[in-house]
């Protein structure tokens, strides 16, 4: 079933892309890849970079959807940002970490934002 789960994803960002624009965020970038790893939506709200990972579940029964953002992969997400301002003269413009949980009661989701969900993770090199 890995196509089920990739059309649910795709889905999933696409519904999260339509709410950060209906609060005011401008998407730069979908799917940012690096060595690292994926940012699924790079935008602006007002003059901050946002990196959002997006997160989704059919349901809360292994946990909430912001849950599954490990410490591991915040290290990654930090990684592909420095890249990616590195990459558009930002360097030392505001910029934050948002995630976007989508957790599905029958075919609607309901959609939350995490401002500031994690800090720029620390002790590595590019």
């Given at each position: 079933m890995p196509g089920k789960n990739l059309?649910?994803?795709?889905?999933a960002e696409i519904a999260a892309v339509k709410f950060l624009e209906a609060q005011g965020y401008k998407?730069?970038?979908?799917?940012?890849?690096?060595k690292f790893s994926e940012i699924d939506i790079?935008?602006?709200d007002k003059d901050v970079f946002c990196f959002v990972e997006v997160k989704a579940r059919h349901s809360d029964r292994f946990g909430q959807p912001s849950e599954a953002v490990s410490r591991?992969?915040?290290?990654?997400i930090?990684?592909?940002a420095i890249c990616y301002l590195k990459e558009t003269n930002a360097l030392g413009r505001p910029a934050r970490f948002d995630v976007v949980t989508l957790l599905y009661a029958r075919d609607l989701p309901v959609?939350?934002?995490i401002k500031n969900?994690?800090?720029l993770?620390?002790?590595f090199t590019l």
């Open positions: 059309d649910f994803g795709k889905a998407i730069l970038r979908c799917n940012y890849k690096t790079i935008a602006k591991n992969k915040q290290r990654q930090s990684k592909s959609i939350d934002l969900a994690f800090e993770s620390s002790g």
